[in-house]
Nanobody
Framework: QVQLVESGGGLVQAGGSLRLSCAAS?????VGWFRQAPGKEREFIVRIFWSSGSTYYADSVKGRFTISRDNAKNAVYLQMNSLKPEDTAVYYC?????????????WGQGTQVTVSS
């Protein structure tokens, strides 16, 4: 069992920045960030492999968001710059336990990000 706890959400003006954190109780194969806006489906944003640090970004956030990890702290961060009102959503981190996992095995509770225009 791995617990994931997100933090760092809040209210920010358009063009501003926020840094989200995802603290994991154990090591996993990969961690991804997702978001869900009201009335919309959950959207994949980015993922990182713990061992290699390899990343993959959705086009909607490429160039604005950066994912990183701290192996010592078992934490993953999402630096969000040049925020837009359409980035408003609840942001979730999720973890896959193994490379062969077809779905994310564990999810955090989410943190609200609101971008005002």
């Amino acid at each position: 069992q791995v617990q994931l706890v997100e933090s760092g959400g809040g209210l920010v003006q358009a063009g501003g920045s926020l840094r989200l954190s995802c603290a994991a109780s154990g090591r996993t194969f990969s961690v991804g960030w997702f978001r869900q806006a009201p009335g919309k489906e959950r959207e994949f944003i980015v993922r990182i492999f713990w061992s290699s640090g390899s990343t993959y970004y959705a086009d909607s956030v490429k160039g604005r968001f950066t994912i990183s990890r701290d192996n010592a702290k078992n934490a993953v961060y999402l630096q969000m710059n040049s925020l837009k009102p359409e980035d408003t959503a609840v942001y979730y981190c999720a973890a896959k336990l193994a490379a062969w996992s077809t779905v994310y095995d564990y999810w955090g509770q989410g943190t609200q990000v609101t971008v005002s225009s």
